[in-house]
């Protein structure tokens, strides 16, 4: 089992970064390939990023350029860094951990609870 805590949502201005956190446990972080999805109201979960065991990372291409994903083992911490925020960003935001590389939410095990971002103009 693994068990996934997001932390760092909030109120932000377009244009404006945030930085979300999600830590893990209950599992070797390392082995885990980790992800960040999206909800917005009204709309299906999407991809926004990924970071697999061996440190390639991929992006929605929605958020390229604009988002970083990251982790750090020794903390078992993965973090999703968000810079120029649009008002579609906006969504509640989830972690994820499992041992397939992809972007189909349908392939990762364990989801945290999720993490509220709110854009504002």
């Known amino acids: 089992q693994v068990q996934l805590v997001e932390s760092g949502g909030g109120l932000v201005q377009v244009g404006g970064s945030l930085t979300l956190s999600c830590a893990a446990s209950g599992r070797t972080f390392s082995t885990l390939a980790m992800g960040w999805f999206r909800q917005a109201p009204g709309k299906e979960r999407e991809f926004v990023a990924r970071?697999?065991?061996?440190?390639?990372?991929s992006y929605a291409e929605s958020v390229k350029g604009r988002f970083t994903i990251s982790r750090v083992n020794a903390e078992n911490t993965v973090y999703l860094q968000m810079n120029s925020l649009k008002p579609e960003d906006a969504a509640v935001y989830y972690c994820?951990?499992?041992?397939?590389?992809?972007?189909?939410?349908?392939?990762?095990?364990?989801w945290g609870q999720g993490t509220q971002v709110t854009i504002s103009f």
């Open positions: 994820a951990a499992g041992t397939a590389f992809t972007n189909n939410a349908a392939a990762y095990d364990y």
């Open positions: 970071f697999r065991q061996s440190g390639n990372t």
